[in-house]
């Protein structure tokens, strides 16, 4: 197969977009060519049969010389792709969905967020399939939309050297914003702090938006104010390709969003054996049997403490790793979700 693939970001030092570097990496084994155009190039290290086109956000170029950058590449490159597929972007399916329906190419969209707007119901009508990570992380009915996973690729998460950090480590990962609840994060700190447990909150990410820049100001200060600078480490941004050991040394995660999409930074964290607790009702489909123990119920910070409680004095329950992990691997791994897409863009 022949494919253009479209994507926001090609860097395999992204901390939230690195590990779009590995799908492409997986995507080429079994592609003959693959001709990628994406907003932003950074560093990258992909095989020959790859081609990378940016539309020059890297280098400060305008909106409307990124437009035509793409109509460029769309045309240019015409003969040289049989399908495509375009991941978490439908804008260019707006844009280009008429010619590629009259060219007869085959196009894909991966979209997980619970957002519905025009422009996804416009590219609704174009493509030939959707996919998304799970039910929960696709609101607009279509008879096109299959469920696919997360596509983590699970490799990079063994844990060569899986010993855990003293005082005990709670994980958060991801970007720093209101969304992600982390002041709830915080009173859980103070709760357990209260009952003479001895461990550390790492929060490893950044905020992207001015909004979230005074989230992480508010969180900070919050910190300061409760005297937990003992307890809670800002760690800042990590780039995705490097995280493994985080999860490897940490003894449980958090990841407390509202329902919706499936967060991968739940599924990276089981995929390195440490247990996540999550409050997006869509894992109850990857907790199951075990989702008493890792659902926590939104903004309650008693919950969220009492269910830490239990993973910080207790000793880490095999069985559960072993159910979860292969959960994972039947639902999310990379190797499955690429073999899927191709399947269906044929």
């Not at 957002?115 to 174009?126: C, G, Q, S, T, Y």
């Not at 702090?193 to 929060?203: A, T, V, Y």
């Amino acid at each position: 197969m022949k494919l253009l693939i479209i994507t926001q970001k090609v860097d395999e030092n992204d901390d939230v977009l690195g590990f779009f570097h590995r799908w492409l990496l997986e995507f080429a084994k079994h592609c003959e060519h693959i001709i990628v155009i994406c907003l932003w190039k950074g560093t990258y290290s992909l095989p020959e049969n790859v081609k990378v086109f940016s539309l020059g956000k890297e280098n400060g170029v305008s909106k409307f010389r990124q437009l035509l950058n793409f109509y460029k590449y769309v045309f240019a490159f015409r003969n040289q792709y049989d399908s495509v597929y375009v991941h978490m972007n439908p804008v260019y399916i707006c844009l280009a969905g008429p010619l590629w329906r009259w060219w007869r190419k085959k196009i894909g969209l991966s979209y997980i967020h619970k957002n519905v707007d025009l422009k996804l119901r416009i590219a609704e009508k174009f493509v030939s399939v959707i996919f998304s990570a799970s039910a929960s992380s696709f609101c607009l009915p279509t008879k096109k939309l299959r469920i696919i996973g997360h596509g983590i690729d699970m490799t990079q998460f063994i844990c060569l050297d899986r010993y855990k950090e003293v005082p005990p480590v709670i994980v958060a990962v991801g970007r720093i914003s209101p969304i992600k609840n982390l002041d709830i994060a915080i009173d859980v700190v103070t709760l357990l702090k209260n009952k003479g447990l001895q461990f550390k909150l790492k929060i490893i990410g950044s905020p992207a938006t001015q909004e979230d820049e005074g989230y992480l100001d508010g969180l900070e200060k919050k910190v300061k104010d409760l005297g937990l600078e003992s307890h809670v480490c800002f760690v800042g941004s990590i780039p995705n390709r490097l995280i493994s050991p985080e999860y490897c040394r940490a003894t449980v995660s958090i990841n407390i969003l509202p329902t919706g999409g499936i967060d991968k930074a739940v599924l990276e964290s089981i995929a390195a054996g440490t247990p996540a607790l999550s409050s997006n009702q869509g894992f109850k489909e990857y907790f199951g049997a075990y989702e008493n123990e890792l659902i926590v119920q939104e903004r309650d910070a008693n919950d969220l403490a009492e269910k830490l409680e239990y993973f910080l004095t207790k000793p880490l329950d095999k069985n559960m790793m072993d159910y979860l992990g292969k959960q994972v691997e039947e639902k999310a791994s990379l190797k499955k979700l690429v073999q899927v897409i191709l399947g269906h863009l044929l």
